[in-house]
């Protein structure tokens, strides 16, 4: 029976019984054939009655065609019910099951579970279920951050543990202002560990960025070589107070800050022959 559409992927099965081929090294086995389950036993009667006519003791079966890759059926079709024994079997009409069963074998007996749903379409099915539900059940960071950061409720709580007015370019927050704003996310009905985690992954990305801000800030200083003292100084000293002291970058722009002084001293210094026309004479 016509069921679904063929996968593509069965198709290169159905030219031989059996193959292989090699992807990476690894021989992937593949093939089709024909396959019987054992559904029953006849009645007592039909039973002897059959094993007069064939010599042999036969059951009911239900035969199908298969596709399988490393003998996982991923597809099955062409199924009906035989009698058969061992790897032997006879096909029978309607009317000689009636006569057998007094019924039909698809009534009586059914059709096998894994002709039903061959194990490699649920292998498959549940592969494909997992990648729709890994978002929703567990998002990766990226997913989490990308919600989180939309979500003013933990904007909010980030600008309480780093606001930008204070220490802009610090790379660490402090504990307690952490917890402080936990609690404050309780408020809202948001769990405490998922806060924690979501709060703690908006706080590592901003502290990141501000990281990569004074790496930036730090070999761009030369830059500010060619510029008026004044502005250089007053540069500095912005930089100076935005990185945090804990900071071990910060001794970089302080000794920077302390050459720019010492050169815009000797800049506004007198001269010696500016000294002397001073002198009295």
């Known amino acids: 029976m016509q069921r679904f559409i063929l996968p593509l992927m ?3 099965f159905l030219a031989a019984p059996l193959q292989s081929f090699s992807f990476a090294g690894i021989p992937i086995i593949y093939g089709s054939g024909e396959k019987v389950e054992k559904m029953g ?5 039909a039973r002897n009655a059959m094993r007069k006519e064939l010599s042999q003791e036969v059951s009911v079966g239900f035969l ?4 399988h890759i490393y003998y996982i059926d991923f597809w099955t079709w062409d199924g009906r019910h035989v009698l058969f024994n061992g790897d032997r079997y006879w096909k029978m009409e309607d009317g000689q099951w009636l006569m057998l069963l007094g019924e039909l074998p698809s009534q009586k007996f059914g059709k096998p579970y894994a002709y039903r749903f061959p194990l490699g379409l649920i292998i498959v099915f549940v592969f494909v279920v997992m990648c729709v539900l890994q978002p929703i059940v567990s998002p990766s960071d990226e997913q989490t951050f990308a919600k989180v950061v939309k979500d003013p409720r933990y904007l909010a709580a980030a ?5 930008d007015d204070r220490e802009p370019l610090s790379t660490d927050y402090d504990n307690e202002r952490f917890d402080s704003a936990i609690a404050s996310m ?3 009905g948001i769990p405490e560990h998922t806060a924690r ?3 703690r992954l908006l706080l590592n990305a901003k502290c990141a960025y501000r990281s990569l801000q004074i790496d930036e800030a730090i070999n761009t200083l030369h830059l500010t070589e060619s510029s008026p003292a004044n502005e250089r100084i007053v540069y500095l000293e912005w930089l100076s107070d935005a990185i945090s002291k804990s900071d071990q970058r910060r001794e970089i722009v302080v000794q920077a800050l302390l050459v ?3 050169n815009a001293k000797a800049d506004t210094a007198p001269s ?3 000294i002397k026309q001073d002198l009295p004479t």
């Open 64 to 67: 199908y065609r298969h596709a």
């Open 260 to 262: 720019a002084r010492e």
């Open 159 to 163: 600008e309480s543990v780093l606001p």
């Open 10 to 12: 069965t198709i290169a």
């Open 197 to 199: 985690n979501n709060l």
């Open 186 to 188: 309780k408020d809202f």
């Open 272 to 274: 010696d022959e500016v």
């Open 41 to 45: 036993d006849l009645p007592d009667d």
